[in-house]
C-alpha cells in the first residue's frame, strides 16, 4: 500500500535540533520532516567550496530521527 500523504517540512523541529546538537561549521540548512505520527526526520546540511563548474556542494552532515510531541524534542537516533 502506498503512502500519499505528503511530507511536510517544519522548521519548529531544526530549531530545537539545532538547540541541543548546536550548528555545524560551514551550517547551510536544516530540514525536519515528520514522517508519521510525532515522529521527525532531521536532516543537516553543510556547504563545502569545491574547485570545481559549481564552486561548492552542498551534503548531509548529520541526520537524525527524532519524537517532536509540539513541545519537547527527543532524538531517538
Known sequence: MQNDKKIEHNPEVCDKLLEMVGKPDNYYMCK???????????????REDVDDLTGHKLYIKDS???????NDLTIVS
Open 32 to 46: 525536519g520532516m515528520n514522517v508519521y505520527d510525532d515522529r521527525y526526520r532531521v536532516n543537516v546540511f553543510v
Open 64 to 70: 537524525y530521527f527524532c519524537r517532536y510531541d509540539g
